[in-house]
């Protein structure tokens, strides 16, 4: 397919396009207008996603409150995932159940009323497929047409439109079985040509200027190897970057344990709850005695529940100070580290809750049982920040609820065996935390 050299065309003039409308008819009107580009034999005709899903009625209803309309809106996501490849805080990378991975599944909300979301196209091949076969139909030639839309790339800044439809040309151009310039035979080089074209055809589409279809002329004789858009996607066994390989999860394992730090300011970016209870449950993988699950956690989403608990420790605190005989400055300076639980847009007060835990008439065994359940919620707590940190969100633990175990209790009405362990601040971070510098194991590790 490489050619001398091509134009892209825009195609101008097409009305909006609404469920039930006839994209070949629309596109071969605008085409053969005054001012449209013609359609000859050889030509591709590149349509996005969008006009595409909008014929097809792929639209989901988000009318309604701003709460509704974002749970609509996860739930058009999950609709359309068959595995979520990566998460953090509301970004979702997902494979769909076309094989594309992608941000939010497909799922967007440029372009189509405030009121609607666009999802991808059931079949994008066979919506390629349509179109070409309405436009010979109508205009009486034979062209190729690609279903284009908008993709990041890994480890590249930026979008770019790719194919996700495909018919009249083949997706993939297979340089196999050929030789370099030096005479050397190429045994894995394959281009992307349909991807090429969308991208090219982008550049006189836009994003803003309501052109949501081009012509690419000059690409030479076409023929359709019929395998559409699947000749691009990388078969799950072949892709060494799928989340779930060890090399994958290491890497994931070690980079949130490094995330993990104390964080004291927050930005006001308000904190995605799903996101918490997904760390709430990576906690409850901890290990703990005797099949126990000695964890829970009190997330505290009320402004007025915080500010009574708050107000009701700090009284607490300050009275055992004063008891204590520090001088005012020392207690103001004490207190003052109380802060980040008061400007952090949540707070959640992790409880030790220890039902089944035994009881020995041997003190020494009895003070063994209770270090195992604290090392336990040690644990589970250790989980819970690291996993905030996985999502995208900063926390500080901070000790404070140790110390009026009996006020938290009354202020959050919780149950006489839930002994509060500190609290968490939670929120996304407002400066990226400094670089924690690395550790030698050598000076922690003991060999004998």
Request: proline share 6%; net charge negative.
């Amino acid at each position: 397919m490489a050619a001398d050299r091509i134009e892209v065309l825009p195609v101008r003039g097409l009305p909006e396009v609404r469920p039930g409308h006839d994209l070949a008819t629309l596109l071969g009107k605008a085409l053969i207008a005054e001012d449209g580009p013609g359609l000859n034999d050889g030509d591709v005709v590149v349509v996005t996603q969008k006009i595409v899903s909008k014929a097809e009625g792929r639209l989901v209803d988000v009318s309604g409150d701003p709460s509704g309309r974002e749970a609509a809106r996860m739930k058009a996501i999950e609709d359309e995932t068959v595995r979520v490849v990566a998460r953090r805080g509301p970004t979702v990378i997902a494979e769909t159940r076309h094989g594309f991975v992608v941000a939010s599944a497909g799922v967007d909300a440029s372009n189509v009323r405030p009121s609607e979301l666009a999802v991808l196209p059931a079949d994008a091949d066979a919506s390629a497929r349509r179109i070409r076969e309405g436009l010979r139909e109508r205009l009486g030639v034979d062209v190729g047409v690609i279903v284009s839309d908008t993709f990041g790339r890994t480890w590249r800044m930026g979008l770019t439109d790719v194919a996700i439809g495909v018919a009249g040309l083949p997706a993939v151009r297979s340089y196999v079985g050929n030789t370099d310039s030096h005479g050397r035979p190429l045994a894995m080089t394959e281009v992307a040509d349909a991807d090429e074209i969308a991208g090219a055809a982008e550049l006189v589409m836009g994003k803003i200027s309501r052109i949501p279809a081009a012509v690419v002329r000059g690409l030479g004789p076409l023929h359709d190897d019929y395998r559409g858009v699947q000749s691009l996607i990388r078969p799950a066994a072949e892709d060494l970057f799928q989340l779930g390989t060890a090399e994958a999860l290491s890497e994931g394992r070690r980079g949130a344990l490094a995330a993990r730090r104390t964080i004291r300011e927050f930005s006001a970016e308000p904190v995605e709850i799903s996101a918490v209870e997904r760390a709430v449950a990576a906690a409850a993988l901890a290990p703990a005695p005797h099949h126990t699950t000695p964890w829970r956690f009190v997330l505290i989403e009320s402004a007025d529940v915080r500010r009574r608990l708050l107000d009701a420790m700090v009284a607490a605190w300050r009275a055992d100070l004063e008891g204590d005989g520090f001088d005012p400055e020392s207690i103001t300076r004490r207190l003052r580290r109380g802060d980040v639980l008061h400007k952090a847009p949540l707070l959640a007060v992790p409880c030790l809750v220890a039902e089944g835990m035994h009881s020995y008439p041997d003190e020494r065994r009895t003070a063994a049982e209770q270090a195992m359940f604290l090392v336990a919620m040690g644990a589970g707590v250790e989980n819970f920040l690291v996993a905030l940190a996985a999502e995208g969100l900063g926390s500080a633990w901070v000790s404070s609820t140790l110390f009026c175990p009996d006020v938290v209790r009354a202020e959050l009405d919780l149950p006489t065996g839930w002994a509060p362990m500190g609290a968490v601040a939670i929120g996304h971070p407002a400066a990226p935390p400094r670089q924690r510098p690395a550790r030698d194991a050598a000076d922690y590790l003991l060999r004998r």
